[in-house]
């Protein structure tokens, strides 16, 4: 029986059993639905530490506020899943939200957003024996690749590992690449269209299989560049949302990129999180559906 937002801190205290027991018993989907598109809603940026949208800077701070807009966008006509942390999923578990949806688990946070070790991205979320044993469907990671920073080298040598161990599970994973640098002490990632085509070949490269990798990608600064860089690549790909900024005019710029995007042959779908669960304007049912709509 699915539970109230108030009642999960009890349930968690004096049953934590009632997690696994709602994993198993949760019905499963196809990756791929009836509309061969794919719209995942992305919430694990609280485990980074990054809890910022726009100008708030702990917008993704209040949980059941989180919770709620969650709930509110896997609801909605066209939103296959959601991206997330196991503290956010084992929550929608025993809300009952995740029934007939893509689970995708978050698999490393270790770099935590500012940190000085913030680009040794450590594999401290999901693991890919976690994501069988819930019977979730995906895994996604972010790569971070700074040529001046040491740090970089740990993280794809440990991507290349968990692409290995989804792989050896059958379970697709979605890598996020980028060519990343330190600008003022702050890690910048590169959106030029040879940083994007050069984090897609590394990406593309990992693990001693690839038929289980997809790619997380987000748009070049010039959305026309976005189709040669996706020509380094067989490899299916969604894109990546982000946050799209503080105002109206940003968000609607945003929708715009995505939508040109979208047309390439390579990209099946959109990761989106917090430009549609905290939207400049409107309400997260308007913003989804608008997303939905570029589909």
């Not at 794809?156 to 590992?161: Q, V």
């Not at 299916?236 to 940003?250: H, N, W, Y």
Request: with cysteine; hydrophobic share 45%; charged share 25%.
């Amino acid at each position: 029986m699915s539970l109230s937002i108030p009642d999960l801190t009890a349930v968690r205290a004096r049953h934590p059993e009632a997690i696994a027991e709602a994993a198993a018993r949760r019905t499963r989907r196809p990756l791929i639905g009836c509309s061969g598109r794919l719209m995942i809603v992305a919430a694990d940026h609280p485990a980074r530490g990054a809890l910022g949208v726009g100008d708030r800077r702990l917008a993704m701070a209040n949980r059941a506020d989180l919770l709620e807009r969650l709930c509110t966008a896997l609801s909605r006509p066209g939103v296959d899943g959601v991206l997330a942390t196991a503290d956010v999923l084992e929550d929608l578990l025993l809300l009952g939200a995740l029934e007939n949806k893509v689970v995708m688990g978050s698999m490393n946070r270790g770099g935590l957003a500012g940190a000085a070790f913030e680009m040794d991205d450590r594999f401290t979320g999901h693991r890919a024996e976690d994501i069988a044993r819930l019977r979730f469907d995906a895994g996604k990671l972010l790569l971070r690749i700074d040529y001046d920073d040491p740090g970089s080298l740990a993280t794809l040598e440990s991507a290349a590992r968990a692409v290995d161990a989804m792989a050896a599970r059958e379970l697709p994973v979605f890598v996020e690449p980028f060519v990343s640098r330190r600008i003022d002490g702050r890690v910048r990632n590169d959106l030029s269209a040879e940083a994007v085509t050069r984090s897609v070949a590394i990406a593309s490269g990992l693990g001693g299989t690839s038929a289980y990798t997809w790619l997380k990608l987000p748009v070049t600064h010039d959305p026309d560049d976005m189709g040669e860089a996706l020509e380094t690549s067989t490899l299916p790909a969604v894109l990546l949302g982000g946050d799209t900024g503080g105002s109206p005019a940003d968000q609607a710029a945003a929708y715009e990129r995505w939508r040109r995007a979208l047309r390439l042959p390579t990209v099946q779908g959109m990761v989106v999180g917090r430009s549609l669960l905290y939207p400049a304007e409107g309400t997260v049912e308007q913003a989804v559906d608008t997303a939905v709509g570029l589909l």
